[in-house]
C-alpha cells in the first residue's frame, strides 16, 4: 500500500551536498508494522518525512495505494495527509490547548458536527487510556501521557498510515513498553499500518513485523524482523542486535582474562544461536548426559520476539576433547548455530 | 480636591486643560496602538513565514520587509516626525495636533513592534509546524490556529513594552505640536516653572503605565499553561 521507488533526497548545503536518502526503494504492506532502523544521521527521519512529503523527494516515487503522491497539488497533498498520521519524539502538542483541544485541533478540517466531535476525542481519549485528563493541558502530563495524546490526535481522522518517528526516543524503558502495547492494539484493533523510525533495536524486535536496516541514506539490509535477528548480513545489523543482546561482552571477558572465561585443557567456548526452530529442547541438558560433558551456561540472552523464543547463550563445555567436540557436533545436529569462541 | 490644590496650587486653574490633555494622550495612545498592532502582527507573521525554510518562503519579499524595518528603526523618532510630515497631510489631511500625530506615531512604532512580534513568533516550536502541515493544515490555518494562537502570552508581552514606549513616544510628539500631557508639561511644567504640574503629568503617565502593565499581565496569567 505505501511504496517508495528509487527515493534520493539531498540537501544543498554550503559545504557541498549532503545525500540524505539515496535511492531508497521499499514497500510497506497494508496493516503490517515496518520498522526502519539506524543510528543517527542515517538518514532514516529524513526517509519518513518523504512519505508525507514533508520533505519532498528530489527525485523517485512515493506511491500510496497505487498513486503517486508527488505528483498531486497542494490542496490534494493535504487531503492525502490527513489519512496519514504522524507521532514525533517530542510529542509536538500545543501548549495553549488542552488535551481535548489538541485532539480537536485536525478535526476542524473533518466537517463534522461538534457533538460528533465530542464523541470521538472522549473514545480516542478512552483508546489511548487518558479519559481523565482530558482538560489537562501538556504541561501537566508526563512524556507517555503527552505521546498518548499524540497518537489520538493522529488518529483522530481515522487514518490508514500511523509514521512514528523516533516515538518512544525520549522515553523511559517502562514508558517505551507501554507506548509500544498501545500500537500494536491500535494496529490491530484499527488495521492500521504502522511504520515505525527507531535507534532501538528494542522498539523493532518488540513489534515490527518486517525491518530496514539504514545507513548512509541507503537501504543496507531488509526482511521479516526474525530472519534478520537470525542471520543478519550486515556489519551495521550485526551491531545493532548486538546492541539488544549484549552477546558481544563475552569477547571482553576474554580478552581480560575474567575467571568466568577459564576452560580446562581441551574444553571449548560456544555461543549457541536460538532461532525458533530448536529452542523447545533441552539441548544442554542433553549434551551432558550424552557425551559426559560439564555445559555450563555463563551468561546468555533468550527472549521472545514477535511471540517466538529467540536468543544467543554462551556456554563452556568442559571434558574429554573428543567428547566436547561430540558435543559441538550434536549442537550443529539439532540446527543450533554453534560458533566456537575459545578453545 | 482642596488637600490636592494646597500641595499643587497650579491644578486649581489648569485642571480642566491638564484633563483634556490626558484624555489626548489616551486618545493617540489608543488610536496608534490599535494600527501599529495589526500592522506589526501582519509583518512579525509575515518576516516568519516568508523567511528561509518558512511556511510560505519567498525570500524577495523577506529581504524587502527585513531591511525596511531596519532603515525605519534607525531614524530617530524627532526626525522621523518630521519627515512624515508630508505623508501625514497626505492620509490625515493635517501635521498638527492630536490627528497629525497617528501616522508618525504608527511608523515610529511599527517597525519596533514587528520586531518583537517576529521573535515572540519564531519561539513557537517548528515541530508543532511540522506537526500541523503532517495532518494536512494549509499555511493560512497554521498561522491562526497554531502561531499566532500558541503566542498569544508572548505577543501579550511584547505588546506590552511598545505600548509602554509608545507613551514615551506621544510625550515626544507633544513636544513639536500634538498636544497631550507631553506639551502641558512642557508648557506650564518646563516653561512657566509650574513644577507641581510636571510631577502630576509623571503621575498620570505612571498611573497609565501602571494599567498597560496590569491588564497585560492578566492576559498572560490566563492564557500561559
Given at each position: 500500500m505505501i511504496e517508495l521507488k528509487n527515493v534520493t533526497k539531498t540537501f544543498g548545503g554550503r559545504s557541498g551536498d549532503v545525500?540524505?536518502?539515496?535511492?531508497v526503494s521499499l514497500t510497506v504492506a497494508e496493516g503490517e508494522i515496518f520498522g526502519i532502523i539506524g543510528f543517527s544521521g542515517a538518514g532514516k527521519s529524513t526517509l519518513v518525512r518523504c512519505i508525507n512529503l514533508l520533505e519532498r523527494p528530489t527525485s523517485g516515487s512515493v506511491l500510496i495505494d497505487g498513486k503517486d503522491?508527488?505528483?498531486?497539488s497542494e490542496k490534494e497533498l493535504r487531503e492525502v495527509r490527513k489519512k496519514i498520521g504522524m507521532i514525533f519524539q517530542h510529542f509536538n502538542?500545543?501548549?495553549?490547548?488542552?488535551v481535548y483541544g489538541n485532539i480537536d485541533f485536525p478535526l476542524?478540517?473533518?466537517?463534522?458536527s461538534r457533538e460528533e466531535r465530542d464523541k470521538k476525542i472522549r473514545s480516542l481519549l478512552e483508546l489511548v487510556g487518558?479519559?481523565?485528563?482530558?482538560?489537562?493541558?501538556?504541561?501537566?502530563?508526563s512524556g507517555g501521557q503527552k505521546q498518548r495524546v499524540a497518537i489520538a490526535r493522529a488518529l483522530a481522522n481515522d487514518p490508514k498510515v500511523l509514521l512514528c518517528d523516533?516515538?518512544?526516543?525520549?522515553?523511559?524503558p517502562q514508558t517505551t513498553q507501554s507506548i509500544l502495547k498501545l500500537l500494536n492494539e491500535v494496529n490491530r484493533r484499527l488495521g492500521l499500518t504502522i511504520i515505525i523510525i527507531t535507534h532501538q533495536m528494542d522498539v523493532v524486535k518488540d513489534i515490527c513485523d518486517r525491518v530496514a536496516v539504514m545507513e548512509n541514506g541507503r537501504v543496507v539490509e531488509e526482511g521479516n524482523t526474525i530472519d534478520v535477528f537470525d542471520h543478519p548480513r550486515e556489519p551495521v545489523t550485526k551491531d545493532f542486535i548486538a546492541t539488544a543482546t549484549?552477546?558481544?561482552k563475552i569477547y571482553d571477558l576474554i580478552e581480560s582474562g575474567n575467571p568466568l572465561t577459564e576452560l580446562q585443557p581441551g574444553g571449548k567456548m560456544l555461543i549457541l544461536s536460538y532461532s525458533?526452530?530448536?529452542?523447545?529442547?533441552a539441548v544442554i541438558s542433553q549434551v551432558s548426559r550424552k557425551f559426559h560433558v560439564d555445559a555450563s551456561i555463563i551468561f546468555g540472552n533468550v527472549e521472545v520476539l514477535k511471540e517466538l523464543p529467540f536468543g544467543k547463550l554462551v556456554v563452556s563445555v568442559n571434558g574429554a576433547p573428543e567428547d566436547v567436540d561430540a558435543a559441538v557436533a550434536y549442537f550443529q545436529s539439532v540446527g543450533v548455530d554453534t560458533e566456537v569462541i575459545k578453545g | 480636591m482642596n488637600m490636592i490644590y494646597q500641595i499643587?496650587?497650579?491644578?486649581?486653574?489648569r485642571g480642566e486643560e491638564l484633563l483634556e490633555c490626558t484624555v489626548q494622550t489616551i486618545q493617540m495612545v489608543v488610536v496608534s496602538a490599535l494600527f501599529a498592532f495589526v500592522i506589526g502582527v501582519i509583518l512579525g507573521v509575515l518576516l516568519i513565514v516568508t523567511r528561509?525554510?518558512?511556511?510560505?518562503?519567498?525570500t524577495p519579499l523577506y529581504r524587502v520587509l527585513d531591511k525596511g524595518i531596519d532603515i525605519v528603526r534607525s531614524i530617530p523618532f524627532i526626525i522621523l516626525m518630521f519627515l512624515l510630515i508630508p505623508v501625514s497631510r497626505a492620509i490625515?489631511?493635517?501635521?498638527?495636533?492630536v490627528a497629525g500625530a497617528y501616522v508618525p506615531l504608527i511608523c515610529g512604532t511599527v517597525p519596533f513592534f514587528g520586531r518583537q512580534v517576529e521573535t515572540a513568533i519564531a519561539e513557537v516550536d517548528s515541530g508543532l509546524i511540522e506537526a500541523s502541515k503532517a495532518m494536512g493544515f494549509a499555511p493560512v490555518e497554521i498561522i491562526f490556529g497554531v502561531y499566532l494562537r500558541e503566542s498569544i502570552p508572548s505577543i501579550t508581552r511584547v505588546s506590552m513594552i511598545t505600548l509602554v514606549n509608545l507613551v514615551g513616544l506621544t510625550a515626544m510628539a507633544g513636544a513639536v505640536g500634538a498636544g497631550g500631557l507631553g506639551d502641558f508639561a512642557i508648557r506650564y511644567g518646563y516653561q512657566q516653572y509650574e513644577y507641581d504640574l510636571l510631577w502630576i503629568t509623571v503621575i498620570i503617565i505612571l498611573l497609565i503605565v501602571s494599567v498597560i502593565q496590569l491588564v497585560g499581565n492578566i492576559i498572560i496569567r490566563h492564557t500561559s499553561h
Open positions: 545525500h540524505a536518502v539515496q535511492d503522491i508527488t505528483k498531486l502538542l500545543m501548549r495553549s490547548r488542552t476542524k478540517k473533518s466537517g463534522l487518558l479519559s481523565d485528563k482530558i482538560d489537562a493541558y501538556p504541561s501537566q502530563l523516533e516515538a518512544t526516543s525520549a522515553l523511559d549484549n552477546i558481544n525458533n526452530t530448536n529452542t523447545k529442547e | 499643587a496650587p497650579n491644578l486649581e486653574s528561509k525554510g518558512g511556511l510560505m518562503e519567498c490625515v489631511g493635517t501635521s498638527l495636533g
